[in-house]
């Protein structure tokens, strides 16, 4: 983990209010592990507003270049949206505990809500890379907001779910999970809260093993404030630092209160 300066390659629109930014990133895209995030700064360098930094999942890590995909939902990432090619992104990362294959898993079920497909396509990546079959079921709120599989590698099997049945399986992302289960031997999400309940409940029926990247809200990202707790079966976890991926079956109920 450091901070660094990264070089905007390219900041496109992939969907309604969607954005997949390259920046190019020497030593960090190759430290960088799948469910890692960055902390950006989101503002100009003459203001401190906002002074938080915002964190964004690791999309993609490959040649020295990060890529990452974000929603502009408010200030922070509608900065982000503004930046062209060549202006400078000021990072700290890459941050936390992320995704680690399964030993002896041939078959992997990635389940991701719109932006929570970001942290699950670069385990996708490594985990094609060595041989390992993955299907990833994406949820979207409608076509104009689905990620193009171009984005994805094409050895990806990548199902889509629509909220208004405008592209793929009319309904939730989840009810594409059930004729899966039995194909996979290990499950991983990323997305709403309300989405990995629904998938912990499904998968947690199983046995197999289950994984889940957080996206609470974070002010430090370095474990220190708290503010990303969530609780667990043994005591309170940072997702900050503890994860943001975590084992599913050692959260406690309690962490889906923000569904
Ligand atoms: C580990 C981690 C990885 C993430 N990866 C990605 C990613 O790859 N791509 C991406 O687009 N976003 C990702 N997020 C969410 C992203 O950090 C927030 O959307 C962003 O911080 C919002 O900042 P803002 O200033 O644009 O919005 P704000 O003005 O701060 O908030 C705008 C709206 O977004 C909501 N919001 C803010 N933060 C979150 C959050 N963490 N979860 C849900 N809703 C939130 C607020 O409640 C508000 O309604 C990730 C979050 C975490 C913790
Ligand atoms: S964001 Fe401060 S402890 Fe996690």
Not at 127 to 135: E, G, H, N, Q
């Amino acid at each position: 983990m450091r901070l660094f300066t990264g070089r905007v390659l390219a900041n496109e629109p992939v969907g309604d209010g969607l954005f997949m930014l390259s920046m190019a990133a020497p030593d960090v895209a190759a430290e960088a592990e799948p469910g890692q995030f960055i902390h950006l700064r989101c503002a100009p360098p003459n203001s401190d507003d906002p002074l938080l930094r915002r964190p964004i999942s690791v999309f993609r890590a490959r040649d020295d270049v990060l890529w990452l995909y974000y929603d502009s939902v408010g200030r922070g990432t509608r900065y982000l949206s503004r930046l062209s090619t060549g202006d400078p992104v000021d990072c700290l990362g890459p941050l936390g505990r992320g995704f680690r294959p399964v030993r002896g898993a041939r078959n992997v079920l990635m389940v991701g809500g719109g932006i929570g497909l970001a942290p699950l396509s670069m385990f996708a990546d490594e985990l094609l890379d060595d041989d390992v079959s993955v299907t990833i079921v994406a949820g979207f709120r409608t076509a104009a907001r689905a990620l193009d599989p171009r984005w994805l590698d094409p050895r990806v099997e990548y199902r889509v779910a629509t909220d208004d049945g405008s592209l793929g399986h009319s309904g939730l992302v989840t009810d594409l999970v059930a004729d899966l289960l039995d194909w996979s031997d290990h499950v991983c999400g990323c997305g709403p809260a309300r989405m990995l309940e629904s998938l912990v409940r499904v998968a947690g029926a199983t046995s197999k093993p289950i994984h889940v990247s957080l996206e609470e809200r974070m002010a430090c990202a370095m474990g220190v404030c708290l503010s990303c707790a969530v609780r667990a079966r043994d005591g309170v976890r940072r997702v900050c630092r503890d994860g943001p991926v975590f084992d599913a079956r050692t959260l406690r109920d309690v962490q889906w209160r923000s569904a």
